[in-house]
C-alpha cells in the first residue's frame, strides 16, 4: 500500500538553527500539508499547498517557517530559525481527489 | 470555524469486551468526520469516514461510528476489543467534503486493552 514517508524520524537542533524536514508524498497526490503536535496537545494544522503554492495557513505559520516542493517530488518544511517552543512532532499528510489524508509517520523535532 | 471534543483522554477495557470512544464536534458547515487511529511509532491510519451518505459507518478493523446530528456526535465503536486494539484515537472534523480543506483534530483517546 502506498505510504507518506516523512525524514528524519527525528531531528535535534540548537535555538536560532534551520531545520529542513522532509516528506515524500504518495505518487499523484496533488495536496500537500503539514501539522504539527507539541507534546500534550492537539494536533494543529499548518499549512496547506496546491498547486505551487500556499492555499491555506493558521496563525502558527509565522515569516519562520516556509513549504516547497524543490524537485516537484519531495514536500519541505524550513523552520528558518528554531525556537524552543518549535518543538513538537511535525507530521506530513499529502491526498489526492477524494477526501482523505494520508499522513506520514512523523518528524520529532527537539529544540535545545 | 470548527472544534472536536473527545469526552475520554484514556479508556481502559478487557479484551473481548465493547470499546467506546466518544467524540462531539461543531461545525459551521455539513462536515466530514473521520476517525484514525496510532499506533507507537507509526503514522496515523485512517479507520473511517463519514461524508454525508449513510450514518452508520463501517470502518477497518471491525470499528463503526455513527453520525447524529441531532447530538452532534461520532462516537466509535467496536464489539469487541483485541489487544492489537490498543493505540492512540483521534477525531476529526473537515469543513467540507472536497479535497484541500484543512483537519481540525481532537485531542485524542489512547484506548488500553487489558488481557
Known amino acids: 500500500e502506498p505510504e507518506v514517508t516523512q525524514t528524519p524520524s527525528h531531528q535535534v537542533t540548537q535555538m536560532g538553527q534551520e531545520v529542513i524536514l522532509r516528506c515524500v508524498p504518495i505518487s499523484n497526490h496533488l495536496y500537500f500539508y503539514w501539522y504539527r503536535q507539541i507534546l500534550g496537545q492537539k494536533v494543529e494544522f499548518l499549512v496547506s499547498f496546491y498547486n505551487n503554492e500556499i492555499s491555506e495557513k493558521s496563525e502558527i505559520f509565522d515569516d519562520q517557517f516556509s513549504v516547497e516542493r524543490p524537485d516537484g517530488s519531495n514536500f519541505t518544511l524550513k523552520i528558518r530559525s528554531t525556537k524552543l517552543e518549535d518543538s513538537a512532532m511535525y507530521f506530513c499528510a499529502t491526498q489526492g481527489q477524494e477526501n482523505i489524508q494520508y499522513f506520514g509517520a512523523g518528524t520529532r523535532l527537539s529544540v535545545l | 470555524a470548527q472544534s472536536v471534543t473527545q469526552l475520554d483522554s484514556h479508556v481502559s477495557v478487557s479484551e473481548g469486551t465493547p470499546v467506546l470512544l466518544r467524540c462531539n464536534y461543531s461545525?459551521?458547515?455539513?462536515?466530514?468526520l473521520f476517525w484514525y487511529v496510532q499506533h507507537p511509532n507509526k503514522g496515523l491510519q485512517l479507520l473511517l469516514k463519514?461524508?454525508?451518505?449513510?450514518?452508520l459507518v463501517k470502518g477497518i478493523n471491525g470499528f463503526e461510528a455513527e453520525f447524529k446530528k441531532s447530538e452532534t456526535s461520532f462516537h466509535l465503536t467496536k464489539p469487541s476489543a483485541h489487544m492489537s486494539d490498543a493505540a492512540e484515537y483521534f477525531c476529526v472534523v473537515s469543513a467540507r467534503n472536497n479535497a484541500g480543506n484543512m483537519l481540525t483534530f481532537g485531542g485524542g483517546t489512547r484506548l488500553m486493552v487489558k488481557p
Open positions: 461545525s459551521s458547515y455539513s462536515p466530514s
Open positions: 463519514y461524508t454525508s451518505a449513510a450514518t
